[in-house]
């Protein structure tokens, strides 16, 4: 089993920045990817960014590119996401996740809102 606690979100103005952080707790394989998701009213959730364990791998929806970035303290087992020059279309509750060779893993979700 493992658990996922997100903070982090809040509400900023467009242009701002934000820093998501998912703190894991529990039992993992040594292979993993952790990432985030989003999912904004009225829309399907979406892939924001996934992160292989190695930190090596990483995928990037087009929509952040060059905006965000992922990054991982394996000793602490916290997930970062660092958002700057962020938009209104940003807005969504953002979901941590964890997946390995036999599960999947969500965090209750932190609501990011840009105001314009």
């Known amino acids: 089993q493992v658990q996922l606690v997100e903070s982090g979100g809040g509400l900023v103005q467009a242009g701002g920045s934000l820093r998501l952080s998912c703190a894991a707790s529990?039992?993992?394989?040594?292979?993993?990817?952790m990432g985030w998701y989003r999912q904004a009213p009225g829309k399907q959730r979406e892939l924001v960014v996934a992160?292989?364990?190695?930190?090596?791998?990483?995928k990037y929806a087009d929509s952040v590119k060059g905006r965000f970035t992922i990054s991982r303290d394996n000793a602490k087992n916290t997930v970062y996401l660092q958002m700057n020059s962020l938009k209104p279309e940003d807005t969504a509750v953002y979901y941590c996740?964890?997946?390995?060779?036999?599960?999947?893993?969500w965090g209750q979700g932190t609501q990011v809102t840009v105001s314009s």
């Open positions: 529990g039992s993992f394989f040594s292979r993993n990817a």
């Open positions: 992160m292989l364990s190695g930190g090596s791998t990483t």
């Open positions: 996740t964890y997946s390995d060779y036999s599960s999947d893993y």
